[in-house]
């Protein structure tokens, strides 16, 4: 009943826009998960009307509690149809490089150790995520997921019954492709900068 509510009323906001011959804004964007921002300071410079959120601003942006989570909803309200929600969810802990602390793996369906916080955390953003997804897709609101190659984030459930559902697809993109000195691609070549040293039991040290 709270979903059901909650696409209503961005329904009704929109509604209310077209009748008083408005633009539906005044959101065009958000980031969550935003990090630094660079996605959002691209789009201002676009020209639109853009938000942002993450730990690194405000504590009040977390993600799993209710009150912080209801924040996060009460602007993706404010979005308009085929407009843009950026999800850079934290990879640290879905990544291939975390997976001797995680464990996670397909035995355990992807939900690794919840013994250790920084699996509990990833574990509650999948959630929160494929909450924020959901939303989007019953309101006509465009969505993207940015996450490394290796991370498993996609294959928990229920994300990944979330993302079939969307009829979503996968693009790679290539770190060189925007300025940086490496691929950063799992399949690097020879003469590219080694970012991180393989050592033994599938364990990794990242070069500083």
Known sequence: MILLRTVLRIKMFRQSCLQQRRECGPTDFIEI???????????????????????????KHACCT???LRLWIEEMTRLALEDLIWNGTQCSSFAMMSRSKSTRKPENQYYGDESTLIVRSGDEQAKVL???????????????????????????EPLQD????????????RLESF??????????????MQ????LTKGKFRGQP
């Open 195 to 198: 970012l991180d040293d393989k």
């Open 162 to 173: 979330v993302m079939a559902f969307s009829g979503g697809f996968k693009e790679t993109m």
């Open 33 to 59: 998960w935003a990090g630094c921002g660079n996605l959002t300071s691209a789009h201002v410079r676009l020209g639109l009307t853009c938000r942002r959120f993450d730990l690194a601003y405000s504590r």
């Open 179 to 192: 300025g940086a000195e490496t691929r950063k691609r799992s399949r690097a070549k020879a003469a590219d």
């Open 66 to 68: 209710g009150t912080d």
């Open 130 to 156: 494929s909450l924020v997804i959901v939303i989007a897709l019953l309101t006509g609101v465009d969505w993207i997921l940015e996450q490394p190659t290796s991370s498993v984030l996609p294959a928990m």
